[in-house]
């Protein structure tokens, strides 16, 4: 999945083989606002106007329309991995929250999952070649 950015929104963009069409979505908000097109402009066209008119129905309604995260996050975890990030984060002399922080950063830097989906395969043919 590839990703387009607007006015701080980011668009996750797929492509429908059966119907010859990129389609996308605005991420990191409440509302499900989705767009598409058949050549890349015209998505990207299409996913502007998804934004401004986001925008400008949060407008009309009233509402703050969704953009910051309070940046808490509710996580549980198993307590053996607890034990292994802790660990993990003295040996670096950081907190828990920092190198849980920097691990989530490095794992959502753009390109990473393209990067990730290249190891796996390489791993993979490696054990098919035994």
């Known amino acids: 999945m590839d990703t387009m950015e607007y006015k701080g929104y980011r668009g996750a963009v797929c492509y ?7 389609h996308g979505r605005i991420l990191g908000i409440e509302d499900l606002v989705n767009f598409e ?32 995260y309070s940046g808490r996050i509710p996580l549980r975890i198993d307590g053996a991995l607890h034990r292994r990030v802790a660990i993990a984060a003295d040996s670096e002399a950081k907190s828990v929250n920092s190198w849980i922080a920097d691990a989530l950063e490095a794992a959502t830097k753009p390109g990473r999952s393209d990067a990730a989906r290249s190891q796996k395969k390489r791993r993979a043919a490696r054990k098919a070649t035994g």
């Open 37 to 68: 097109g058949a050549e890349v402009e015209e998505l990207e066209k299409a996913f502007h106007e998804a934004v401004d008119d986001y925008l400008a129905l949060c407008e009309k309604l009233g509402r703050a329309p969704d953009r910051e």
């Open 16 to 22: 429908s083989a059966e119907d010859r069409l990129l």
